[in-house]
């Protein structure tokens, strides 16, 4: 058996396309404004793509490049002062930030309303309720993947490989919500092989090479790789070895071209979404 391939890229320029339709027929277009600070050069790729995507989708775009050594009180003004800025809607800020910075006070910083990628502990606390707000863009990247493909979560066991609160733990919320049964694995789960084993719907989001082989995998398990590793060649790879797993699985995501770029096309529709909110039409 070959698993299909599940194409994230096709997705998100679906996705992409219904956020543009929708933003041409607006008078005041969204607006989103991502933060960076220090030199990181993944942050940059990530930077260059999302300032493609929204050009693409017709979100008006900016990004505050801060040093490195930025105090708090000046990062934190940079926030007040989005969060006051009429032509924003959506504020990203690139996490992990420099030692130096307090992530908790920087994430609460943020108006609830601009947090287009939910890590405002009060959008957090209603993902976690089922309260309606914004979803964290990876996680319900991958549920749009699932849905996508016609695997419905209910009377499904899951294992999720990673309790992040930005990967795992969401993923694990947002699953739930769909009536599936979610085992959480991490570093001291005592037989992640047969945690995995078990899984109908397998999401490894771990950031460690060749983590996840075929004999971890049951017979038309759906298989998502959330992570995003370098080879021992530079090459993009996941955490699972796809060309074994894909002879087992029913589903796979390749990476790249997976995840990551539904991930992106989420984050453009919860711009939209902000902007709509704000009654910007
Ligand atoms: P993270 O904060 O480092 O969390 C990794 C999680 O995986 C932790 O909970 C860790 O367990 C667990 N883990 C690591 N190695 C493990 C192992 N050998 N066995 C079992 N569990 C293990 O990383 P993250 O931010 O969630 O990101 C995870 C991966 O997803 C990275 O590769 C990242 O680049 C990728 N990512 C991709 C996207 C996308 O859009 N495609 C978005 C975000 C992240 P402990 O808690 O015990 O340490």
Same mark, same amino acid.
């Given at each position: 058996m070959s698993a299909v391939v599940m194409d994230g890229k096709a997705l998100a320029a679906k996705i992409? @396309?219904?956020? !543009? %339709? !929708?933003v041409e027929q607006m008078e005041r277009k969204p607006g989103m404004a991502m933060v960076l /600070?220090? @030199? &990181?050069?993944?942050?940059q790729v990530y930077e260059t793509g999302k300032q493609r995507d929204c050009r693409q989708c017709g979100i008006y775009y900016e990004t505050? !490049? %801060?040093p490195e050594d930025v105090p708090q009180k000046e990062l934190l003004d940079v926030i007040g002062f989005? &969060? @006051?800025r009429e032509g924003i809607d959506g504020i990203l800020i690139q996490f992990p930030l420099p030692g130096h910075l307090d992530d908790r006070a920087v994430q609460m910083a943020i108006r609830p309303d601009k947090d287009v990628d939910c /890590?405002?502990?009060s959008n957090v606390g209603d993902l976690t309720l089922g309260v309606d707000c914004f979803w964290p863009c990876t996680p319900a990247g991958v549920m749009r993947l699932l849905a996508e493909y016609g695997v419905d979560p209910a009377f499904k066991n899951c294992t999720m490989v990673g309790r992040s609160n930005i990967v795992g733990k969401p993923q694990a919320m947002l699953l739930l919500r769909h009536d599936c049964t979610v085992t959480v694995c991490h570093t001291k789960t005592p037989d992640l092989a047969a945690e995995c084993r078990r899984a109908d719907i397998l999401i490894s989001a771990a950031g460690h090479v060749g983590l996840i082989s075929a004999d971890m995998v049951k017979e038309g398990a759906v298989v998502i790789d959330v992570a995003v590793n370098r080879d021992t060649e530079g090459r993009l790879c996941g955490d699972v070895d796809y060309k074994t797993v894909a002879q087992k699985a029913a589903y796979i995501t390749p990476v790249p071209g997976g995840v990551g770029p539904v991930t992106r096309a989420v984050l453009m529709e &919860?711009? %939209?979404t902000a902007a709509l909110r704000r009654g910007k039409e």
């Open positions: 992409k @396309e219904q956020v !543009r %339709l !929708r /600070v220090g @030199e &990181n050069s993944a942050a505050y !490049r %801060l989005l &969060n @006051e /890590v405002h502990p &919860n711009t %939209l």
